[in-house]
């Protein structure tokens, strides 16, 4: 036995079945960064992008993608999302993203998270590669999680 929950006592891959567990609100936040120049980022800023509005048409893309996590990562469960909130904000060298997922169920919602920020991330970088194809996403990863047997974790 492997440990992994997705691995089955002979190796082969399975969905896991959730259905003993409890319901319970579960969250995650998971954040990104697109690293760009400065001349980049003051054009992601001004909203004069040929593609339109950067910010929020990342934030639009990432709420879409935390809906169809399930439908991108295999052995993910279909969820009841009760709340996605995508941020696309300046800071440093690009633009800082970040994603908090909730809902009320049976299993969590780190993938829908973790989706959310690299589709985000990856529309900044599809809407300005036209001005910088150097652009670098970085750093996507699980901040903070809660609910469910394994409790809260918040990243040290």
Known sequence: MSGLTHIDETG???MVDVSGKAVTTREALAEGF???SAETLAL???GDAKKGDVRATA????????KKTSELIPLCHPLAITK????????EGGLAVSARVKTSGQTGVE?????????????VY????AADKAMTIEGVRLMEKSGGKSGDWVRP
């Open 59 to 66: 934030e639009i893309a990432g709420i879409m993608a935390a």
């Open 111 to 123: 993938m829908e998270a973790l989706t959310a920020v690299s589709v985000a991330c990856l529309t």
């Open 126 to 129: 599809d809407m300005l590669k």
């Open 34 to 36: 697109v690293r760009m």
């Open 84 to 91: 996605v909130e995508v941020r696309v904000l300046p800071a």
């Open 44 to 46: 992601a800023l001004s």
């Open 12 to 14: 082969r891959a399975h």
